[in-house]
């Protein structure tokens, strides 16, 4: 039980040299090898963490089910733990998500384990993210998925606004050393110690814009070192790879990525567009808890070997709601693969993973059960996730994947059974087998909405016992949305000879998803490219190029600052996530086949190119 609730003491804000952030984890279950880098040789001020996706809240919610002490993210305790020591003596800071759907019991354990070394380090918990004890209400508001237009499941494993920084903020003003959260949005790990230390207003608009930027930048780990770039043979250190440091300036204009020392990585205007674009949607209109993100004319200069300067984020007022995300359980699903090789290896699949649907079906037909509710079939070494893009032909190696969906699990455990009986009963060359039988697991859905936030209460407690907070918000004021200030001028060659390449040649491309909504950013590798690519490369073309994956709406958004688009697809990942049965459910390898489409650029343009 929580002590009373106490007024919090804020610490003065004093600070004038650049504050050091750096980022050791981009999801659950990254390398835990981050954290000890970071504080060993990264010189940082604060240690953050970023364990939560979606589907992992779910999976913590699983978890909670069966134990009321689990539902978070073990790995964080053990790692904060096991450097206790030099967090305390270097004076290093921590924030993280890793308290999942149960901060609480996170904390607990920390404490406990911090208490057995004994070692004093303050622990503050902030929870209200959590709305599942108000389904019902929500439910007979009549609330529908924000996106699909869907009404509401009748039960859910998970029910999560996704909080801002100022509980964080308030926290570290109290005297926390460690700030654990449930459901914030990603940047706020890094924004919540950026107020706290600056003294930044929450209606400085551009600051907390450009601070939510740094956090959006750090907050996939190594995806902002060089980690998953396009030009991928320049990055050195593979097996070291350097982690995300922020360098931020008390200004609240401009911050620099770079990341240790030492390690492996590359640090460049690139790479760190690359990750500016990841997931961000409407560039002009990124919403965050605590502020609306506008990111188009963000501008990336090198300053000096692996340190990039990331200036030009605008904002203005955050909005009136939380975006809340739900999950819920829907059926069952079985995955599986299997290797089939030889000649004509990839039609011997694609029938060998028909025929075994096929025995199922009439097996459920005997039994008087249902039909699957959705099956999928993919050969991997024959390009199937291409579709018609496909160039692949007479590959003698292919890996068979065969995915179901079905209400029931006692069918897709009789599925699970019936396939490796197809290795001696259907094509020669089938292998594969060494994993073991596959088991069905549960469908996870997505349902999002908005709930108005003053009916959201954040709470903190500081070593157990409450704190006094309250949200401050200042709403939009009409028309307060800024026009985009930048436009570019440049002259094209005067010969007009063109000739056709691959989008790779002239671009990189980043890829990721929001639910069952692809996101493809592209970025031009010159500002003269980016203006011819701003007529070649239109939201029509790429809606035909991937026609087959999605019949949805494809919306085209420009970053001028940084020569870059991002392109949404809606519908475009068969559910997302848990839901899809697709190789790919989150849409990452979509920039990778984009960048295959055929442009046509000046050839005064091809040459010199960066």
Same mark, same amino acid.
């Given at each position: 039980?929580?002590?009373?609730?106490?007024?919090?003491?804020?610490?003065?804000?004093?600070?004038?040299?650049?504050?050091?952030?750096?980022?050791?984890?981009?999801?659950?279950?990254?390398?835990?090898?981050?954290?000890?880098?970071?504080?060993?040789?990264?010189?940082?001020?604060?240690?953050?963490? +970023?364990?939560?996706?979606?589907?992992?809240? $779910?999976?913590?919610?699983?978890?909670?089910?069966?134990?009321?002490?689990?539902?978070?993210?073990?790995?964080?305790?053990?790692?904060?733990?096991?450097?206790?020591?030099?967090?305390?003596?270097?004076?290093?800071?921590?924030?993280?998500?890793?308290?999942?759907?149960?901060?609480?019991?996170? @904390?607990?354990?920390?404490? !406990?384990?911090?208490?057995?070394?004994?070692?004093?380090?303050?622990?503050?918990?902030?929870?209200?993210?959590?709305?599942?004890?108000?389904?019902?209400?929500?439910?007979?508001?009549?609330?529908?998925?924000?996106?699909?237009?869907?009404?509401?499941? &009748?039960?859910?494993?998970?029910?999560?606004?996704?909080?801002?920084?100022?509980?964080?903020?308030?926290?570290?003003?109290?005297?926390?050393?460690?700030?654990? *959260?449930?459901?914030?949005?990603?940047?706020?790990?890094?924004?919540?110690?950026?107020?706290?230390?600056?003294?930044?207003?929450?209606?400085?608009?551009?600051?907390?814009?450009?601070?939510?930027?740094? @956090?959006?930048?750090?907050?996939?780990? /190594?995806?902002?070192?060089?980690?998953?770039?396009? +030009?991928?043979?320049?990055?050195?250190?593979? +097996?070291?790879?350097?982690?995300?440091?922020?360098?931020?300036?008390? $200004?609240?204009?401009?911050?620099?990525?770079? !990341?240790?020392?030492?390690?492996?990585?590359?640090?460049?205007?690139? *790479?760190?567009?690359?990750?500016?674009?990841?997931?961000?949607?409407?560039?002009?209109?990124?919403?965050?808890?605590?502020?609306?993100?506008?990111?188009?004319?963000?501008?990336?200069?090198?300053?000096?070997?692996?340190?990039?300067?990331?200036?030009?984020?605008?904002?203005?007022?955050?909005?009136?709601?939380?975006?809340?995300?739900?999950?819920?359980?829907?059926?069952?699903?079985?995955?599986?693969?299997?290797?089939?090789?030889?000649?004509?290896?990839?039609?011997?699949?694609?029938?060998?993973?028909?025929?075994?649907?096929?025995?199922?079906?009439?097996?459920?037909?005997?039994?008087?059960? &249902?039909?699957?509710?959705?099956?999928?079939?993919?050969?991997?070494?024959?390009?199937?996730?291409?579709?018609?893009?496909?160039?692949?032909?007479? /590959?003698?190696?292919?890996?068979? !994947?065969?995915?179901?969906?079905?209400?029931?699990?006692?069918?897709?455990?009789?599925?699970?059974?019936?396939?490796?009986?197809?290795? *001696?009963?259907?094509?020669?060359?089938? /292998?594969?087998?060494?994993?073991?039988?596959?088991?069905?697991?549960?469908?996870?859905?997505?349902?999002?909405?908005?709930?108005?936030?003053?009916?959201?209460?954040? *709470?903190?407690?500081?070593?157990?016992?409450?704190?006094?907070?309250?949200?401050?918000?200042?709403?939009?004021?009409?028309? &307060?949305?800024?026009?985009?200030?930048?436009?570019?001028?440049?002259?094209?060659?005067?010969?007009?000879?063109?000739?056709?390449?691959?989008?790779?040649?002239?671009?990189?491309?980043?890829?990721?998803? !929001?639910?069952?909504?692809?996101?493809?950013?592209?970025?031009?590798? $010159?500002?003269?490219?980016?203006?011819?690519?701003?007529?070649?490369?239109? &939201?029509?073309?790429?809606? +035909?190029?991937?026609?087959?994956?999605?019949?949805?709406?494809?919306?085209?958004? /420009?970053?001028?600052?940084?020569?870059?688009?991002?392109?949404?697809?809606?519908?475009?990942?068969?559910?997302?996530?848990?839901?899809?049965?697709?190789?790919?459910?989150?849409?990452?390898?979509?920039?990778?086949?984009?960048?295959?489409?055929?442009?046509?650029?000046?050839?005064?343009?091809?040459?010199?190119?960066?």
């Amino acid at each position: 039980m929580l002590n009373d609730i106490k007024t919090m003491k804020m610490k003065p804000f004093n600070r004038s040299k650049p504050l050091r952030i750096g980022c050791a984890t981009g999801f659950w279950g990254d390398t835990e090898e981050g954290a000890k880098q970071l504080v060993m040789t990264g010189h940082i001020d604060y240690l953050v963490f +970023d364990f939560l996706a979606e589907i992992t809240m $779910s999976l913590l919610a699983r978890a909670r089910a069966k134990s009321p002490d689990a539902g978070y993210a073990p790995d964080f305790v053990r790692i904060v733990a096991s450097l206790a020591v030099e967090l305390k003596s270097r004076g290093i800071k921590v924030v993280s998500n890793g308290g999942g759907v149960n901060p609480k019991a996170c @904390g607990d354990a920390l404490a !406990k384990q911090l208490q057995a070394m004994g070692i004093d380090l303050k622990i503050a918990v902030v929870c209200g993210d959590d709305l599942s004890d108000r389904a019902n209400e929500f439910r007979a508001a009549g609330v529908r998925e924000m996106f699909t237009n869907t009404t509401m499941p &009748s039960h859910f494993l998970s029910v999560n606004a996704y909080l801002g920084a100022q509980p964080i903020a308030a926290a570290l003003g109290a005297g926390a050393d460690i700030v654990i *959260t449930g459901r914030v949005v990603d940047s706020a790990v890094t924004l919540g110690p950026l107020v706290h230390e600056f003294g930044w207003s929450w209606n400085d608009w551009d600051k907390l814009s450009t601070g939510s930027l740094a @956090g959006h930048v750090i907050e996939c780990g /190594t995806q902002a070192t060089g980690g998953i770039f396009t +030009d991928w043979e320049r990055v050195p250190g593979w +097996d070291n790879m350097g982690f995300p440091i922020a360098e931020c300036s008390p $200004s609240g204009d401009s911050f620099v990525l770079t !990341k240790p020392a030492n390690t492996g990585g590359l640090v460049e205007p690139a *790479t760190v567009a690359e990750q500016i674009i990841y997931e961000i949607g409407d560039p002009a209109s990124y919403l965050l808890p605590d502020v609306t993100c506008d990111f188009r004319n963000v501008h990336l200069e090198q300053g000096g070997i692996d340190r990039v300067r990331v200036s030009g984020a605008r904002g203005t007022a955050a909005p009136s709601t939380y975006k809340v995300s739900a999950t819920h359980t829907d059926g069952w699903r079985l995955f599986t693969t299997l290797m089939i090789g030889g000649t004509d290896a990839a039609r011997k699949a694609q029938r060998v993973g028909q025929s075994i649907l096929q025995r199922a079906r009439r097996l459920f037909a005997e039994r008087g059960w &249902s039909d699957f509710s959705e099956t999928s079939i993919e050969v991997m070494g024959a390009e199937s996730t291409y579709g018609p893009h496909a160039r692949t032909t007479g /590959t003698r190696e292919v890996i068979l !994947k065969i995915a179901t969906k079905h209400a029931s699990r006692e069918a897709l455990e009789l599925l699970a059974r019936e396939i490796a009986p197809s290795a *001696t009963a259907m094509a020669q060359g089938i /292998t594969g087998f060494a994993a073991g039988r596959a088991s069905p697991s549960p469908v996870v859905r997505l349902f999002s909405f908005l709930t108005v936030r003053t009916q959201v209460n954040a *709470t903190i407690s500081l070593d157990g016992q409450a704190l006094q907070f309250k949200e401050s918000f200042e709403a939009a004021a009409p028309g &307060s949305t800024r026009a985009l200030s930048n436009s570019f001028s440049i002259a094209m060659p005067v010969k007009d000879e063109r000739r056709t390449v691959p989008l790779l040649q002239v671009a990189h491309g980043r890829s990721g998803d !929001k639910g069952d909504m692809a996101n493809i950013g592209i970025i031009a590798r $010159s500002a003269p490219l980016y203006c011819v690519l701003e007529q070649e490369l239109t &939201s029509e073309k790429v809606r +035909d190029y991937f026609a087959h994956i999605t019949n949805g709406k494809v919306s085209r958004y /420009t970053l001028p600052g940084f020569n870059a688009f991002n392109f949404t697809l809606e519908s475009a990942l068969a559910g997302g996530g848990v839901a899809s049965l697709r190789y790919d459910p989150q849409g990452k390898a979509l920039a990778q086949m984009l960048l295959d489409i055929p442009v046509n650029i000046p050839a005064a343009l091809l040459e010199n190119l960066p």
